[in-house]
């Protein structure tokens, strides 16, 4: 499915849908380059997940954890890793197989440790189409 996002409340809109829809256990995994919109979509997730508490990146902490939701949020910013060794000393796998929603940005990165099943939400700009035009591709894997 192809969704167009014209503006970042159409990104953010979109990520509280999700959210909604969101089921213990899901794993959403973003791509898209540095100011797509990865983060604003994640704060609508977060919305989604009636979480009120601010949602910041984890470029540096690698993964934050909002448990006062409607399921819990693991939010996951890989794109520091330099080894894929690296997730299981944060306990990746207790995340990802666990009772809440994992949010995966770069998860290209880690593509090889991602479970069999995830989201794949793959938000690109399109500058043809105007500075703040993005094209979001969701696709169940």
Not at 10 to 30: M, R, Y
Not at 51 to 73: C, H, N
Request: with cysteine; aromatic share 12%; proline share 3%.
């Amino acid at each position: 499915m192809i969704i167009q996002s014209f503006n970042t409340q159409d990104t953010f809109e979109l990520g509280v849908k999700i959210g909604q829809e969101a089921q213990a256990g899901q794993v959403l995994c973003l791509y898209g380059d540095l100011g797509v919109g990865k983060t604003v979509f994640t704060k609508g997730v977060a919305e989604g997940l009636e979480i009120e508490e601010p949602i910041q990146s984890p470029t540096f902490t690698i993964v934050r954890e909002y448990e006062e939701g409607r399921l819990p949020l693991y939010h996951f910013d890989v794109y520091r890793i330099g080894d894929v060794e690296e997730m299981d000393e944060i306990g990746y796998e207790d995340y990802v197989y666990g009772g809440g929603v994992c949010l995966i940005e770069w998860a290209n990165l880690i593509e090889e440790i991602l479970p069999d099943h995830y989201k794949k939400i793959e938000i690109r700009k399109d500058l043809e189409k105007g500075f703040d035009y993005r094209e979001i591709e969701i696709e169940e894997i």
